[in-house]
T-cell receptor, first 116, second 112 residues
Framework: ETGVTQTPRHLVMGMTNKKSLKCEQH?????MYWYKQSAKKPLELMFV???????ENNSVPSRFSPECPNSSHLFLHLHTLQPEDSALYLC???????????????FGPGTRLTVL | GNSVTQMEGPVTLSEEAFLTINCTYT??????LFWYVQYPGEGLQLLLK?????DKGSNKGFEATYRKETTSFHLEKGSVQVSDSAVYFC???????????FGQGTELSVKP
């Protein structure tokens, strides 16, 4: 049990659907992250939130829209996705994400997304 | 810039064999170094970490030593088990707002 939960664990959606991924952390952390894990590629950082404010957006297409309503919850809203967006989406949290932070990140189990 | 390079997999070993997975990094200053493990169908779990040169991280029989002179953080285990079959990721964090830079991962398969 890592203290970071993600729902749903699996999601199949069409290219015109709108869906949301949810992440919740029970560790009292201040920073949360979204990563994309595609086959045969390194993990790609998508977004970083610190104290509910977005501090990093790694050139992610606008069809991915994050939302962080409080320090325990993080959402990834999906709209008009492409088949190449099929991947495992991982959420993580850490105590802090300040400039000098090297805090350990704790990961959720991921959502396996398939776009048809 | 910062980067991490791992040995390519898959690595296939027999049970009780010795394991080494090589990891080298490029970074300015003094990054923290991590090994994460991903079991089939699961997310990443922190396996061990080291925050300064010559530190040794260890957990569950795995060890890695932070070698600044060779910019390496190789993962070792003296006797692997079938349950160690997973993908192992080396990563660094270097004063960039908590951003983790991952290697491409090394798949380990342990046969009985």
């Amino acid at each position: 049990e890592t203290g970071v939960t993600q729902t749903p664990r699996h999601l199949v959606m069409g290219m015109t659907n709108k869906k949301s991924l949810k992440c919740e952390q029970h560790l009292g952390h201040n920073a949360m992250y979204w990563y994309k894990q595609s086959a045969k590629k390194p993990l790609e950082l998508m977004f970083v939130y610190s104290l509910e404010e977005r501090v990093e957006n790694n050139s992610v297409p606008s069809r991915f829209s994050p939302e962080c309503p409080n320090s325990s919850h993080l959402f990834l809203h999906l709209h008009t996705l492409q088949p190449e967006d099929s991947a495992l989406y991982l959420c993580a949290s850490s105590q802090d994400s300040g400039v000098s932070s090297t805090d350990t990140q704790y990961f959720g189990p991921g959502t396996r997304l398939t776009v048809l | 810039g910062n980067s991490v390079t791992q040995m390519e997999g898959p690595v296939t070993l027999s049970e009780e064999a010795f394991l080494t997975i090589n990891c080298t990094y490029t970074a300015t200053g003094y990054p923290s170094l991590f090994w994460y493990v991903q079991y089939p169908g699961e997310g990443l779990q922190l396996l061990l970490k080291a925050t300064k040169a010559d530190d040794k991280g260890s957990n569950k029989g795995f060890e890695a030593t932070y070698r600044k002179e060779t910019t390496s953080f190789h993962l070792e285990k003296g006797s692997v088990q079938v349950s160690d079959s997973a993908v192992y990721f080396c990563a660094l964090s270097n004063n960039q707002g908590g951003k983790l830079i991952f290697g491409q991962g090394t798949e380990l398969s342990v046969k009985p």
